[in-house]
Every structure is written in C-alpha cells, then in structure tokens.
C-alpha cells in the first residue's frame, strides 16, 4: 500500500485508538490522529517486513486497518507512558 494509502488508514486509526485506549484525555481528536498517522505508518512498515510485503499493498482491507490500529494503539500508550514519567509527579505533598 502507498504512503498516501497509509496517512488515510493511520488517521481512522488514531480516531479509533482514542476511543479503545482509556486516561488519555489530554491528547486531543488532533493529537490521536496525528499518532495514529504515524502508528500506522510504523505498523504497515513492520508488517510490510513481517509479511514480506505481498498482503500490505494492495489497498484498503481489514488487515491494513487492524495493523494501523494496533500501530495507534502502541503508540498512544507509548506516548502516555512517557508523559507520566516526565511529569512533575502527581503523589501527595
């Protein structure tokens, strides 16, 4: 599948990361798309190698959207894991 393939399903894929991973609130519709354009991009490429590349480009289909969701997901809470390390805490004072 192309980049532009990719950006598309990405996109859908953060919107439906933001709804299948909880306590993320502060991200934003914008924000899970954008991390969702990116897992999917990262997604399709490790299932492009996983697979050898045959399934992943022939276009729109159930496989290249669970990939990107999963890429999405991946990320969101990546993306979650490192600002609540990076905070200033949150225990009692």
Known sequence: ??????LVVGAV?????????KGDEGLGVIGHIALGIVG???????????TGGNDYITGFNIQTVVVAVIGAVVLVL???????????GGGTV
């Open 1 to 6: 599948m192309g980049i532009i393939s990719w």
């Open 13 to 21: 894929a953060g919107y439906l990361a933001g709804f299948l991973v």
């Open 40 to 50: 999917g991009l990262v997604g399709g490429f490790v299932a492009g190698l996983l």
């Open 78 to 88: 990546g993306y979650n894991f490192i600002r609540s390390r990076s905070g200033s």
